[in-house]
């Protein structure tokens, strides 16, 4: 099956700073890539809809200018929590979607767990 | 507004044998698509099963199998032969569409299952 990828896998922070997460997909090309929040014990939550070379679509409640998502290529899709502070501390997962109408399967990267002191 | 509803936040199975999951979905949509994902502690999302609305055979996959009832909405997931490898989180996962934000998987709250030896 695809295979998606995040880096890092772990990143604790101070307050203030910010973090970017990486996810890939490693051999496939993915025009449409989610970013999702998973809080202890919960369901996934999704944040943001992330099409190369468009701007990335986001949810209710989830603020753009904190979250910021860039598509720069197909296989390649980026999540910066800017100025983080430690309610931002949760698990991010990404995943990428192979469109090809009924076969559109989504692949999960891994998730990176982000810790902000 | 579709929902996903997984009714069991938590189920425990005794090694070899066999367990049901339950999940139940609102949609006013003739043609969609249904998913089961498994997230063990590892927390990678694990794609175990998926069925088309439109297909009246239930899906298989290995000791995976499902009920899908779709006047009843109802999509169910059995596990035969429950191995210790199987104690994870399921979701139960809905797509109406592909492309665009049809194509966005509404999860349900989750089903933690155990395995006991």
């Known amino acids: 099956g695809a295979v998606v990828s995040q880096h890092p896998s772990w990143v604790i922070c101070k307050s203030g700073t910010s973090v970017k997460i990486e996810c890939r997909s490693l051999?496939?090309?993915?025009?449409?890539m989610f970013w999702y929040r998973q809080f202890p014990k919960q369901s996934l939550m999704l944040m943001a809809t992330?099409?190369?070379?468009?701007?990335?679509?986001?949810e209710q409640g989830v603020e753009k200018d904190k979250f910021l998502i860039n598509h720069a290529s197909l296989t390649l899709s980026t999540l910066t929590v800017t100025s983080a502070h430690p309610e931002d501390s949760s698990f991010y997962i990404c995943?990428?979607?192979?469109?090809?109408?009924?076969?559109?399967?989504?692949?999960f990267g891994p998730g990176t767990r982000l810790t902000v002191l | 507004a579709q929902t996903v509803t997984q009714s069991q936040p938590e189920m425990s199975v005794q090694e070899a044998e066999t367990v049901t999951l339950s999940c139940t979905y609102d949609?006013?949509?003739?043609?969609?698509?249904l998913f089961w994902y498994k997230q063990p502690p590892s927390r990678q999302m694990i794609l175990v099963i998926r069925?088309?609305?439109?297909k009246q055979q239930n899906a298989t996959e290995n000791r995976f199998s499902v009920n899908f009832q779709k006047a009843a909405k109802s999509f169910s997931l059995k596990i035969s032969d429950s191995q210790l490898g199987d104690a994870a989180m399921y979701f139960c996962?809905?797509?109406w569409g592909y492309g665009g934000s049809q194509g966005n998987l509404i999860f349900g709250k989750g089903t933690k299952l155990s395995v006991k030896p």
């Open positions: 051999d496939f090309q993915a025009t449409t």
């Open positions: 995943s990428a979607r192979v469109p090809v109408k009924r076969t559109d399967t989504q692949y």
């Open positions: 949609t006013s949509e003739s043609d969609y698509y």
């Open positions: 069925q088309e609305a439109y």
């Open positions: 996962a809905y797509r």
């Open positions: 992330s099409n190369e070379g468009s701007k990335a679509t986001y």
